[in-house]
């Protein structure tokens, strides 16, 4: 018989346990047995009073293991805490599901190891990556190394400097400003609509902005420091409608009854509406007036109206009568 060290035992058993027993699935000290000899060999063997003294042992070290009396009266052992609910896990893996910028490669890779955080029986039941549509991104290690850099440059207040463009209709990457630098006070990286994006104090104009980090290109964290002034990150989010730039104004839109809910997802049930009659309520709120507002106001067709400012609505209906010439 070979000679088996307490603690690789003692580890062994801890392992067993995280990965086959949860809150549906328990183990006898037979099956626990054989697990372990499948480790260590069949002509290991096992104490049941040792491995009851591990399973103290693991207890006194806050790794709980739970005894409950099964058929017979037989004791079943299982570890059902776990640093995330299985919700939570369910959460992570569809937000890297759903992360355009991430390759299926590196998804795959993501998945599994957060599978490594359950017991292999909720680790089956998370969502499979090879079910869903895969959109590789070739920039995807570049976004990973200025994912550090940003908030390397976030946490210590130095400057960033990089280059930023956008793909000419040829997919050909073109630099804005003929390829000029761009000096910024980095405040937060945020995930938005399925992209990241770093909001900071454009240098030359004083001026807040926000930049599409898969069209950063030359991210370097600066020597010189910066004072960080206030800044509400929730606030500049909410007013940014798709992250396009724009000027804060107030506007007043009367929507359809039925766009209540569409309203309140998008400004949150502290927003300043009011009823106009039986059909109609009027929204009245601070935005960035911005291509990405008046698309979103022309996606609710004839159920969404600008009442102000004039020059606003006067700016949808020539875009509505640009639409109209099209198909005419």
Not at 44 to 65: G, H, P, Q, W
Not at 219 to 245: G, N, P
Not at 292 to 314: C, D, F, R, S, Y
């Amino acid at each position: 018989m070979p000679d088996i060290n307490a603690s690789r035992r003692l580890l062994k058993l801890k392992e067993i346990l995280f990965r086959e027993t949860d809150e549906e699935h328990e183990l006898s000290m037979k099956e626990i047995i054989t697990k372990l000899q499948l480790e260590f060999g069949e002509e290991a063997d096992f104490d049941k009073r040792t491995l009851k003294r591990d399973i103290e042992a693991l207890n006194d070290e806050n790794f709980e293991v739970i005894v409950n009396t099964g058929p017979h009266g037989k004791a079943m052992y299982s570890h059902q805490a776990r640093l995330f609910e299985t919700y939570q896990l369910r959460l992570m893996v569809d937000a890297i599901l759903s992360a355009r910028f991430i390759t299926e490669k590196e998804k795959k890779l993501l998945i599994e190891k957060i599978k490594q955080l359950t017991s292999r029986h909720i680790a089956r039941s998370l969502p499979d990556p090879l079910i869903y549509y895969q959109s590789a991104n070739p920039d995807y290690n570049l976004i990973k190394l200025n994912i550090d850099r940003i908030h390397e440059a976030i946490s210590s207040n130095h400057v960033l400097h990089f280059k930023y463009g956008k793909h000419n209709v040829k997919k050909e990457f073109e630099y804005h400003r003929e390829g000029s630098w761009y000096d910024v006070e980095p405040y937060a990286l945020i995930w938005q609509n399925d992209f990241y994006y770093l909001i900071g104090k454009f240098r030359p104009t004083e001026e807040f902005r926000h930049y599409r980090l898969d069209r950063m290109r030359d991210v370097t964290v600066a020597d010189e420091k910066f004072r960080r002034e206030q800044l509400d990150i929730k606030q500049y989010i909410d007013q940014s409608f798709h992250m396009f730039a724009g000027e804060n104004q107030w506007i007043k839109i009367q929507f359809h009854n039925d766009l209540i809910n569409v309203v309140l997802d998008r400004f949150g049930l502290d927003a300043d509406i009011r009823q106009v009659d039986d059909e109609h309520f009027l929204l009245t709120t601070k935005a960035k007036i911005s291509k990405g507002l008046k698309g979103w106001i022309l996606t609710w067709g004839h159920q969404a109206k600008v009442i102000a400012p004039e020059w606003l609505a006067g700016e949808i209906k020539e875009e509505i009568q640009q639409m109209q010439k099209l198909y005419e």
